[in-house]
């Protein structure tokens, strides 16, 4: 074993206290031991999300009013037909750092983070920023930053009313029929997590919706994988391409024949 020279540059910043260069097989070693506790990591997140999709729901009885790019929509509208609302409570607004040429930094952060969001949508959920800009700031700002998340301006006392009027937070919310109900919240640190599409279904009262989950019966639930499809190829109410579906059993079993899939 031994200990590789930390270079301290042009003087300007002091040595690093670098990790030991060992062999290969030492190296290997040591991800292993490191492996064991990210498999035990991952298992407890599993556990967190199904705990966190038994968590109890209130329900939101105020028809809070949003300004868009047609004009005013309600909470309701916010879901664009699907079941599940994901929130994000931007600061983009008079008195904010940036303004108006840009965003919180902390949320544009968040932001460039956003995945492709059809994938969502092809699990029934729409995710949504807010802020007090108006409409036409906020257009300004997406085109700039090249975003393309809808973006509504909040005019009542939404961010007040769900714990994101003085800092940003995400609050996700479920619709059955044309009762909403508030299922989870997360702010500060728990949005350092947020913009991956893994992530953002995690949260959700559904999950993931796929067949290996920890979910209360009668949840939906279909096979891994075979619901994944291209940005560009999602269609409604189409079944899985029977060719991926092959494509994927035949990685999942090569997969499970060589390792722990967890």
């Known amino acids: 074993m031994t200990t590789p020279p930390a270079s301290a540059g042009n003087g300007a910043r002091p040595a690093m206290q670098t990790p030991p260069v060992v062999s290969g097989k030492d190296w290997e070693a040591a991800r292993l031991q490191l492996l064991a506790k990210e498999k035990a990591h991952t298992r407890a997140r599993d556990a967190l999300a199904a705990e966190r999709r038994r968590m109890p729901w209130t329900a939101v009885d105020n028809d809070y009013v949003f300004e868009g790019q047609a004009g005013k929509v309600t909470l309701r509208d916010l879901f664009d037909g699907r079941r599940q609302l994901i929130v994000y409570r931007a600061f983009h607004e008079p008195g904010v750092f940036g303004w108006p040429d840009h965003a919180c930094r902390g949320c544009s952060m968040v932001a460039d983070q956003v995945a492709h969001l059809s994938h969502l949508n092809a699990r029934d959920t729409t995710l949504v920023f807010v802020s007090r800009a108006p409409q036409a700031d906020i257009d300004r700002l997406k085109a700039r930053m090249g975003w393309t998340m809808p973006w509504f301006t909040l005019t009542d006392s939404f961010d007040a009313d769900f714990g994101v009027d003085e800092w940003h937070g995400t609050n996700v919310f479920f619709r059955d029929g044309d009762h ?10 728990g949005d350092e997590q947020m913009g991956g599409t893994w992530n953002y279904l995690d949260i959700t009262p ?9 979910s209360p019966a009668g949840y939906p639930q279909t096979p891994p994988y075979k619901w994944w499809n291209w940005h560009d190829s999602y269609a409604p109410d189409t079944p899985p391409d029977q060719k991926w ?12 024949n060589h390792c722990d899939p967890k």
């Open 180 to 189: 909403i109900y508030r299922t989870y919240f997360l702010n500060n640190r």
């Open 245 to 256: 579906v092959e494509v994927s059993d035949a990685g999942e079993k090569a997969f499970r």
């Open 206 to 214: 559904l999950g993931r919706q796929e067949t290996w989950e920890d």
